[in-house]
């Protein structure tokens, strides 16, 4: 049992003897004491204040006086108005590290048969360009989050929709067969992803070209636009894949299979993956169909023009455009009907879309059509909105190229933490193969460190260089403590060292302070599922290191002549090891063995 569940028994045990108040110990939560005041753990004693007929200072010192006398856990309290400030016997701390290292993956829950099922939507691309800086924040977040829910006892199914239709993709396709000489990604040596969104940015290059040579001669730039003959090939060509056309129908494929090549590498270098993918093109026919059979049950309403709307005026929001006037989809009919095949697909409890903030009221009108068209999980499903990421010089532009590629950035990364772990000689006793693994681990996790330690409904800004430094609150400074831990714990099992046998042990005060900060793992875990958060995990591993480097500047661990101090002061390394390990993993990020 936690130390946070024994002090909130003893103080409900203290209620019911001294006021006669059943009080569930759920419902009292210790919190750590501020460093201002003496104390390990602190309880509010509001809620019997009334009930006791005593003034806050009396009801705390009442339960402190009962704590002491029958709880051996508790040396000693103080009041502070009412706040009760309790004093964790320093020997019982030898025992709340003994039961956290006994623990399997210490601070998850596994699930069970009964466990709710979440599905998690990330990453979502468009196969007219590459993954860039944003869809990495969407894929770190996505994939975070299906780890720290999982981490939660839930069930877990990761999900992606590709959105390989529409005027953008038939763009790329245009200027391949204009420009491209039957470029392919062999005869390039490019990577599909990246060959493709060349191609797109070559269609809008011609484009512009083509407005400013006719806003030239005399049209407006709205009408220019309206009129441009690329533009009009490339809508003639989406008419042509919406009625089947084989030869269109043919080259969407090819560049398609390029481009998933190419996504399926940056996956699997950035470490992430899908359960089930759902493409765009399978969901907007099943999208319409679910439209019209809410229409004929009234749920919906046809205008003059033909086209499909709901109302929703009596939620608060406005009319929503679900099928034009031509019978063609919109995003909100698409995203319809992938619902509709993924509640097919699996018995789904809760769903949640991982998408910028931008589309915030986009997910508040589908929660309400998915709910009115009898999905149960329609009304409670989870946007998790977050911010946009800039980089210092601002925002990118797909269209013009001056996006930061994924794939770029992460060698760009790699590099940097290559450079920069052989400037401070942090290298210098690894193997060629140890240095190219070990910069492959702190590269990628500087970058995603970075990207998660933020709360993820903020904006934010990427700055590559600060991401990696050995020192503050970064990936890097996070791996450099694990693997120095590793190191200790390897010289102390190479002179035969033992790490049980100090139970009853007396820690002191650095030694209590880290294990406390290791006793709060398992909380944070459960704050950062209920409140979608991978910065709470992040920011929490960055407390623990440091905590953990001031111990170990403080305290000897292998020159420590007292054998059972030294034993504590072990087990306190390994698990604290252990522990960023698992946060870590939580984040999607590895940690070296050695550095």
């Not at 929703?312 to 319809?336: E, F, P, W």
């Not at 693994?437 to 903020?458: M, N, Q, S």
């Amino acid at each position: 049992m936690s130390i946070d569940n024994i002090i909130a028994k003893g103080v409900a045990a203290a209620v019911k003897e001294l006021y006669g108040v059943d009080a569930d110990p759920s419902t009292i939560t210790p919190q750590t004491t501020k460093k201002e005041f003496e104390g390990n753990l602190t309880v509010m004693v509001f809620p019997w204040v009334k009930i006791a007929r005593k003034s806050p200072e009396a009801v705390g010192k009442e339960i402190g006086d009962w704590l002491v006398d029958n709880e051996p856990a508790v040396a000693a309290y103080n009041v502070i108005k009412g706040f009760l400030n309790i004093v964790i016997e320093p020997s019982f701390w030898a025992s709340v590290l003994a039961h956290i290292e006994e623990q399997k993956d210490y601070g998850t829950v596994a699930p069970d048969d009964n466990s709710p099922l979440v599905m998690v939507e990330y990453s979502s691309p468009n196969t007219n360009k590459p993954l860039h800086l944003g869809h990495v924040r969407n894929i770190l977040l996505g994939n975070s989050l299906c780890r720290i829910l999982a981490a939660c006892g839930n069930k877990v199914v990761r999900t992606n929709i590709v959105n390989d239709r529409g005027i953008h993709i038939c763009k790329s396709m245009l200027a391949w067969q204009k420009w491209g000489d039957g470029a392919t990604p062999e005869t390039t040596g490019k990577k599909g992803d990246h060959l493709i969104g060349d191609f797109y940015v070559l269609f809008d290059k011609h484009y512009k070209e083509e407005v400013r040579q006719l806003v030239a001669g005399g049209m407006s730039e709205e009408e220019a636009e309206a009129a441009s003959p690329l533009l009009q090939e490339a809508r003639a060509m989406l008419r042509a894949w919406e009625a089947g056309d084989p030869e269109v129908r043919k080259l969407w494929a090819m560049m398609n299979k390029w481009v998933y090549a190419g996504f399926d590498e940056t996956y699997e270098r950035m470490g992430v993956g899908f359960d089930k993918i759902y493409y765009e093109s399978d969901t907007y026919l099943e999208g319409k169909d679910k439209v019209l059979e809410g229409l004929e049950k009234g749920l919906m309403y046809r205008k003059e023009d033909g086209s499909v709307w709901a109302d929703l005026t009596a939620d608060g929001l406005d009319h929503k455009l679900l099928l034009r006037s031509d019978g063609t989809s919109v995003y909100m009919t698409q995203d319809i009907g992938t619902a509709k095949l993924r509640y097919q697909d699996y018995p789904i409890d809760k769903m949640i879309y991982v998408v910028g903030n931008e589309q915030n009221y986009h997910f508040q009108v589908l929660s309400l059509l998915l709910d009115r068209l009898g999905f149960k999980w329609g009304k409670d499903l989870v946007h998790f909105s977050y911010g946009m990421v800039n980089l210092p010089e601002g925002r990118m532009k797909s269209r013009e190229g001056t996006v930061v590629d994924a794939d770029d950035l992460i060698e760009e990364m790699v590099g940097t933490a290559r450079a920069v772990s052989e400037e401070l000689g942090k290298l210098d006793a690894c193997t060629a193969e140890e240095k190219k693994e070990i910069t492959e681990i702190v590269g990628l996790g500087a970058l995603k460190y970075f990207l998660l330690k933020v709360d993820p409904r903020k904006n934010m800004v990427f700055n590559p260089k600060e991401s990696i430094d050995f020192n503050g609150n970064t990936g890097p400074f996070i791996q450099y403590t694990y693997a120095r831990i590793r190191s200790v714990l390897r010289k102390a099992q190479e002179s035969g060292m033992t790490i049980g046998g100090y139970i009853g042990a007396k820690p002191g005060e650095r030694e209590v302070t880290l294990i406390q900060r290791l006793a709060d793992f398992p909380a944070v875990v459960n704050e950062a599922g209920r409140n979608y958060s991978p910065a709470l995990i992040a920011n929490y591993a960055y407390e623990l290191v440091k905590e953990y480097n001031q111990f170990y500047h403080d305290c000897s661990i292998l020159k420590e002549e007292d054998e059972t101090t030294r034993s504590l002061r072990l087990a306190l390394s390994k698990v604290t090891a252990d522990t960023v390990r698992t946060a870590m993993g939580l984040l999607g990020i590895n940690v070296p063995e050695r550095m």
